[in-house]
């Protein structure tokens, strides 16, 4: 799932996260561009199909946006968006509402990122391809830059 230069940083409960906005015991998600999962229950090591991995997600637009584009998750996870406006962040809405279905408090699911990342793009569709996330209504949109593995396989 991850490269050899590429490392997990968490799972943190959503809770734990934001209790600790203010002090260095829980590291904040980097500015650099990189790839997150959002999963149910915490892991180790490695985010399986029993964590329950609910959504992947990245930053296409403004990669060396990332810390904001997991603050804009949260915020929308949470219900904090506008339904009659179309933009914002579809994750988030797609978490907000699988918590509503299944009564489940967005402040314990967990999330993690990844460093070390070469291209974050790349990160984004291998963590979607290996985790299958329930609420990924599509995949990340293909690196234009490196070739898909299966890409390189076919010639």
Same mark, same amino acid.
């Given at each position: 799932?991850?490269?050899?230069?590429? %490392?997990?940083?968490?799972?943190?409960?959503?809770?734990?996260?934001?209790?600790?906005?203010?002090?260095?015991?829980?590291?904040?998600?980097?500015?650099?561009?990189?790839?997150? /999962?959002?999963?149910?229950?915490?892991?180790? =090591?490695?985010?399986?199909?029993? =964590? /329950?991995?609910?959504? /992947?997600?990245?930053?296409?637009?403004?990669?060396?946006?990332?810390?904001?584009?997991?603050?804009?998750?949260?915020?929308?996870?949470?219900?904090?968006?506008?339904?009659?406006?179309?933009?914002?962040?579809?994750?988030?809405?797609?978490?907000?509402?699988?918590?509503?279905?299944?009564?489940?408090?967005?402040?314990?699911?967990?999330?993690?990122?990844?460093?070390?990342?070469?291209?974050?793009?790349?990160?984004?569709?291998?963590?979607?391809?290996?985790?299958?996330?329930?609420?990924?209504? =599509?995949?990340?949109? %293909?690196?234009?830059?490196?070739? =898909?593995?299966?890409?390189?396989?076919?010639?």
């Amino acid at each position: 799932m991850l490269e050899s230069r590429e %490392k997990w940083v968490g799972p943190f409960q959503i809770r734990k996260l934001l209790e600790h906005c203010l002090d260095d015991s829980i590291p904040k998600p980097p500015h650099a561009p990189s790839a997150y /999962v959002v999963t149910r229950t915490a892991w180790q =090591s490695n985010p399986t199909a029993e =964590s /329950v991995p609910l959504y /992947v997600g990245g930053n296409t637009q403004n990669p060396n946006r990332f810390r904001m584009r997991v603050g804009a998750l949260l915020a929308d996870a949470f219900g904090f968006y506008n339904p009659k406006i179309p933009k914002g962040h579809a994750g988030g809405r797609s978490i907000h509402r699988w918590c509503f279905d299944n009564s489940e408090n967005p402040l314990d699911l967990h999330i993690a990122w990844v460093e070390g990342s070469a291209c974050h793009r790349c990160l984004e569709c291998r963590l979607c391809q290996a985790l299958k996330p329930r609420l990924n209504r =599509s995949n990340p949109a %293909k690196c234009k830059t490196h070739p =898909s593995p299966s890409a390189s396989t076919e010639r």
